[in-house]
């Protein structure tokens, strides 16, 4: 998706262009795009005879998407509970944690 969220709309072939030594063969990222499409992360528009992929979410909603989802199944649905764990192991200072209140007060007015 990365590839996507970068360069926007591609075919296969272009998507490959993107992908560093040793690159895998076409078929493979074709079943890896395919899947992406099944999940609902591209969508396909016919041109010619093959396919123009587009990305059908940003990479802001993804994250959002999945933090949530981990939010949800790790944490009993409570985002205080992840802040928590970052305080408790020190992967966040009282610094940042005065940043992040004062950012959500920000956000309310």
Not at 15 to 27: A, D, R, T
Not at 70 to 89: A, G
Not at 99 to 108: D, F, M, P, S, T
Request: proline share 5%; hydrophobic share 35%; with cysteine.
């Amino acid at each position: 998706m990365n590839i996507f969220w970068k360069n926007g709309e591609m075919f296969i072939r272009d998507v490959l262009n993107h992908i560093p030594e040793p690159k895998p063969n076409y078929n493979t990222v074709a079943t890896q795009i395919k899947f992406l499409e099944d999940k609902g992360f591209l969508t396909r528009k016919p041109v010619s005879n093959t396919y123009l992929y587009c990305p059908a979410i940003s990479e802001k909603e993804y994250s959002g998407s999945t933090i949530s989802t981990v939010v949800k199944n790790y944490y009993n649905n409570s985002y205080m509970s992840v802040v928590s764990q970052f305080v408790e192991e020190e992967k966040m200072d009282i610094e940042e944690l005065k940043a992040l209140i004062a950012q959500i007060e920000n956000k309310r007015r």
